[in-house]
């Protein structure tokens, strides 16, 4: 079963860049989308981006031009840069992957492994 593991979040000033990290282990997700979303206090889990297997990317409104979501499979890790962070970027970032390589698939029902967690602090 595929086990997925967050790191790099942080506290960044507003206009900074962070990079986070996701990690499988226990198998791969190589051939499969992989996803990060993000969910702020009170709010719903949002999408924000994900990754084919190929390579092709597919990204919300609200961080296009912003953020870039990059793979590398040798290394079982999906990247999300994140520039120009606002305020409002404010959120627990997960990542998730589930049983399909088509990024049209962008509603948190459709993926059935998910990481912990990241939490991400853009102060203003």
């Known amino acids: 079963q595929v086990q997925l593991a967050e790191s790099g979040g942080g506290l960044v000033q507003a206009g900074g860049s962070l990079r986070v990290s996701c990690v499988a282990s226990?198998?791969?997700?190589?051939?499969?989308?992989v996803g990060w979303w993000r969910q702020g206090r009170g709010k719903e889990r949002e999408f924000v981006a994900n990754?084919?297997?190929?390579?092709?990317?597919n990204y919300a409104n609200s961080v296009k031009g912003r953020f870039t979501i990059s793979r590398d499979n040798a290394k079982n890790t999906v990247y999300l840069q994140m520039n120009s962070l606002k305020p409002e970027d404010t959120a627990v970032y997960y990542c998730?992957?589930?049983?399909?390589?088509?990024?049209?698939?962008?509603?948190?029902?459709?993926?059935?492994?998910w990481g912990q967690g990241t939490q991400v602090t853009v102060s203003s």
């Open positions: 998730s992957t589930g049983p399909f390589s088509d990024i049209i698939y962008t509603r948190v029902s459709e993926y059935n492994y």
């Open positions: 990754i084919g297997r190929s390579g092709s990317t």
């Open positions: 226990g198998g791969t997700f190589g051939n499969y989308v």
